[in-house]
Nanobody, 126 residues
Framework: QVRLVESGGGSVQAGGSLRLACATSGFTHKSSSRMAWFRQGPGKEREGVAG????????YYADSVKGRFTVSQDKATDTLYLQMNNLRPEDTAMYYC??????????????????WGQGTQVAVSS
């Protein structure tokens, strides 16, 4: 059984930083395995923030977070991280960790992911 548990959310002022963590269990990392962070802000649709091809350690980012966010994985603890720097009020959202298996597709497409966490809330004040 695959389980994803997010943590690390909170409230910060604009310009601040947070590091989100996604503790993973039961998810087998192989050539087709993918993970990602998505977010859903107030009154907005859920969107992709950063993707990660776990087998080859390749990250992908949405244009809105490039240069500010970094996705990484600790393989020893099977934890996916999202380091968020220079946070802006528009980054306020519930952040979700997702995992799935596929060979071709765009990382930001939600329907490619079979497993989702419950989310962790991030609030950025101006």
């Amino acid at each position: 059984q695959v389980r994803l548990v997010e943590s690390g959310g909170g409230s910060v002022q604009a310009g601040g930083s947070l590091r989100l963590a996604c503790a993973t269990s039961g998810f087998t990392h192989k050539s087709s395995s993918r993970m990602a962070w998505f977010r859903q802000g107030p009154g907005k649709e859920r969107e992709g923030v950063a993707g990660y091809y776990t087998y080859i350690d390749v990250p992908y980012y949405a244009d809105s977070v490039k240069g500010r966010f970094t996705v990484s994985q600790d393989k020893a603890t099977d934890t996916l991280y999202l380091q968020m720097n220079n946070l802006r009020p528009e980054d306020t959202a519930m952040y979700y960790c997702a995992a799935g298996y596929w060979d071709a597709g765009n990382w930001y497409l939600q329907n490619l992911y079979q497993y989702w966490g419950q989310g962790t809330q991030v609030a950025v004040s101006s």
